[in-house]
């Protein structure tokens, strides 16, 4: 199996998640002890945050992205996957300068669409993740459309992202506000809904709600890093 590294700390709490997906998914790969290797540079998130607030190009935080690979691929990474989903807008500056075997959870996630057979979902995850082209394209060119929440709503669950699950909160009032944005979402036809940001799963932790499935881009990543992994190092 080849060495997977993790951009992780964007939140801590489901960087812990990754690991622990990561490891189940390779022993039922693997069977017996195997375990995973994997490296993880875990980033403050409370320095992101400071210079999203101080840099409007966001130029210091794509730094510390792109340094963090550096950092896995120094360390001899063969597969590396950034442990968010916003965090992919940052993509392109990585795959400029590293020639390893990313792991997209834009990608993984819109296969994983596809196995249903669907083709119109809504998106939930921090404004970023809504309201910028960097997932919805890439979803797009899956030939998936991506329904996002009105205005008020968007703000609501970013707030919450923020404010609560990448702090290990997860209350049952938020899980019934965000169920309440999904159910705007199913009244506007979607099929499914994307959890796209990789906190939401550990608050909303049910596959389908109202006959709709949930997609778990934290589980639906957690599953292509492994079989990237196993593939690569196969014969």
Known sequence: MKKIGLVGGLSWVSTLEYYKLIN????QSLGGHKSAHVLIESLDEGLFL???????????????????????????????ALCANGLHR???????KYDVEFVDIRDATAKAIQS???????????????????YKGVLNSFSIEAVVPKLDSRKYIHQ??????????????????????IDELVEQNVQGVILGCTEIPLLLNCPNYHGIPLFSTTEIHCREIVEKAVKLALP
Do not use: H, W
């Not at 992202?161 to 309440?180: A, C, P, W």
């Open 90 to 96: 940052f993509m392109p500056a990585m795959k400029d």
């Open 50 to 80: 400071d210079n999203q607030n101080n840099d409007p190009t966001e130029k210091l935080c794509e730094k510390m992205i792109v340094d963090a690979v550096d950092v896995l691929v120094s360390g001899g990474a063969e597969v590396v």
């Open 24 to 27: 189940v998914f390779t022993n």
């Open 116 to 134: 249903f057979g669907l083709d119109r979902v809504g998106l939930i995850g921090v404004q970023k993740t809504m309201e910028t082209e960097f």
């Open 160 to 181: 919450k992202i923020v404010s609560e699950l990448v702090l290990n909160k997860f209350k049952d009032e938020t899980k019934y506000g965000f169920l309440s944005v």
